[in-house]
């Protein structure tokens, strides 16, 4: 298990919401058993659209990866746009 803060909690969520078959808050918080709160923190932010290259949906009680793009180009692209201009 990954510590309280640690960015690799992300990915877990991500695989369990990939992974299941249905992807409820409460089964994802028993696949991978992180607390509950802190799986619900975390897809807040994926539905809110808080990580780069991943869109999460929310129909019912059920998240759905929307879409997966390729981190390096998204990342790359909010650092153009966000970075400080030295000079």
């Avoid at 929307?66 to 909010?78: A, D, G, H, P, S």
């Amino acid at each position: 298990m990954f510590p309280k803060g640690n960015l690799n909690r992300i990915w877990l969520v991500l695989g369990a919401l990939d992974a299941l078959e249905k992807p409820t808050l409460v089964n994802i918080t028993n696949a991978i058993g992180m607390p509950k709160a802190s799986v619900n923190d975390i897809l807040i932010k994926l539905v809110d659209g808080q990580v780069a290259g991943v869109t999460v949906e929310k129909v019912n009680t059920e998240y759905k990866i929307v879409e997966w793009l390729n981190i390096r180009k998204e990342v790359k692209q909010i650092y153009k746009n966000n970075a400080c201009k030295v000079g």
